[in-house]
């Protein structure tokens, strides 16, 4: 099969049907993240199924019918403003972009290498309100440039990115104690934290309980589901930010994983 025919057969078994132009966009993505990956670590996975399904339809399962009524119930919309902390390669930012062209998109990592391959990918797919930053999550919260909130699309008056976003997403490999003091601090009140997890989270979101007391958070939803083809198991977590976030939090670069809450 071919690579754009295979990927829309496993978008649309998952219910999330590509135009030609997404297809377009997904193959692109592709070669870019793969000529790239020969110089520097983007990703383990780099056969051209495997990636279609453990990336880009992983990323997207967000807004797949599998969680049409848990977004609903978190007020997740097709044009929230959108941070992905710990981006990575861009995932799972760039799919739900790709995905759902009307979100507005900040992607952060640490990586100085990577948000240069991330800024490579907005040009090259002309991903409009779209902006790659170079942070840890510890310390992006604390960004005073107003561009990055201008080039993201926002008309947002704050200084900071502190409680500035609709939804904040990540793939990123850490528990969910840590993932929320990093995640939920940029999320305004009323807004809501998605976390894409693999495997049993169950015990993980026990011992989460803690944190996401002290954070501003309570779980809204937990909908787990099979990827296509390989039949991962795969959970979303919807987080609802209730409550502002204390200050002091994220603590100092480290510290959230050495002593989580």
Known sequence: MMP??????????????LSEQQAQAFLRYYDLMTERNKVM???????????????FTDSCMLF??????????????EK??????????????????????RLSLVLLDALNKRVDFLRDVVTALDLDHTAAVHARAEE??????????????????QE??????????????AHLSVLSEYCLPFVRTGGCFAAYKSGAVDEE?????????????EIASVTKFELPMFH????????RKVRETPAKYPRKAGKPGKSPL
């Open 4 to 17: 754009d025919a295979f990927l829309r057969s496993v978008f649309e078994e998952a219910g999330m049907p």
């Open 41 to 55: 670590n983007l990703t383990a996975i780099t056969e051209f199924e495997e990636a279609a399904v453990r990336h």
């Open 64 to 77: 797949s019918p599998a969680l049409s009524e848990a977004r609903a119930d978190a007020g997740i919309s």
């Open 80 to 101: 929230a403003f959108v941070i992905d902390v710990g981006t990575g390669a861009g995932f799972p930012g760039i799919p739900l972009k790709i995905l759902k062209p």
């Open 140 to 157: 992006g919260v604390l960004l005073r440039k107003k561009e990055i909130l201008l080039e993201a699309g926002s008309t947002d008056p």
């Open 160 to 173: 900071t990115l502190r409680e500035t976003f609709d939804l904040a997403v990540s793939r990123a490999v």
């Open 205 to 217: 979101l026990r011992e989460a309980e803690n944190a996401l007391k002290i954070l501003g958070g």
């Open 232 to 239: 991962d198991s795969r959970s979303i977590l919807l987080i």
